[in-house]
């Protein structure tokens, strides 16, 4: 069985994959449309997470797991991306290095076009704050392609620079005191 992670399963994908290498998924974007009530949000205050929609690509990691890990992982991450809605699980091809393979991916079931940047600043949920998941997924993205840009992250530079100053961090994924502030990707 192979996940692909475009958001936070990239840095907490919850389980120890087999192997793992950066793919793109060719026809499918990242985009902030999916509502979250419980992992990064309340009822009251809801946050926004990625989802992905058609058209475009999207740059992630691909997971590898095992088969005798494979029906607890595909169990696991079931509850964890389905459990809100707004997600519907599929098989897609993604490309990597080694080839095409096929991959569980978690799409959204809408495109909710607009981002409220307040939302992401402000929310929090069971699993943490929405900015935590921004950042720590700009890192990872970051790790993997360098440069972000606004087809990868699906935010304007001053949506992305206005999420990081909220942060406290600085241009480049550092501080503003110089100190880095990255998160360390194993890429097999």
């Known amino acids: 069985m192979r996940v692909f992670a475009y958001g936070s399963l990239m840095w907490n994908p919850g ?8 793919g793109t998924l060719r026809g499918w ?7 979250s009530q419980l992992h990064r949000g309340t009822k ?15 740059t992630g990691m691909i997971y590898s797991v095992g088969p005798r890990d494979a ?9 964890r991306e389905l459990c809100e809605g707004g997600y519907r699980k599929t098989l897609l091809d ?4 080694t080839g095409v393979l096929q991959a569980i991916a978690y799409v959204s079931e809408a495109d909710r076009p ?7 600043i402000e929310a929090g949920g069971s699993s943490g704050s929405n900015l935590e998941y921004a950042i720590r997924t700009f890192e990872a993205l970051e790790a993997l392609v360098g440069r972000l ?6 935010l304007c530079e001053t949506s992305l620079s206005t999420l990081r100053a909220a942060a406290g961090i600085g241009g480049a994924g550092t501080r503003p005191n110089g100190a880095k502030h990255g998160l360390q990707i194993q890429v097999a």
Do not use: M, Q
């Open 114 to 120: 607009g981002v409220d940047l307040n939302k992401i």
């Open 29 to 35: 974007s990242r985009r902030w449309c999916v509502e």
């Open 15 to 22: 389980f120890v994959p087999a192997r793992a290498e950066p």
């Open 71 to 79: 029906h607890d992982v595909e169990a696991y991450l079931d509850r």
């Open 149 to 154: 840009s606004e087809a990868e992250v699906g």
């Open 44 to 58: 009251d205050r809801p946050g926004v997470v990625l989802g992905l929609v058609p058209g475009g690509e999207c």
């Open 94 to 97: 993604v490309d990597t290095r």
